[in-house]
């Protein structure tokens, strides 16, 4: 019961902070030059974009849950 409130409660605040972050960045280094000992490498800057509907559709989920909980324990 409580597992349920608390997935359903994160699955809402992941749902927002996709619909306010749309993307993120994140640096790796690669490896650009490998001759010997000698290696040289660079700073490589990455972009991963997350879909608005998808949180959407992660809030839409957890109200869902939040209602199905609600509802069973009205019936109870």
Do not use: C, D, W
Not at 33 to 41: D, F, K, R, Y
Not at 51 to 69: R, Y
Request: aromatic share 6%; no cysteine; glycine share 10%.
């Amino acid at each position: 019961m409580k597992t349920t409130i608390f997935v359903s409660i994160s699955l809402i605040i992941a749902g927002a902070a996709i619909l306010g972050f749309e993307q993120f960045s994140y640096h790796t280094k690669e490896k650009v030059l490998e001759i010997g000992n000698v290696t040289a490498s660079a700073e490589v800057t990455k972009t991963v974009r997350m879909p608005p509907l998808l949180g959407a559709a992660l809030i839409g989920s957890g109200v869902v849950l939040l209602l199905f909980e609600g509802l069973r324990r009205k019936l109870r």
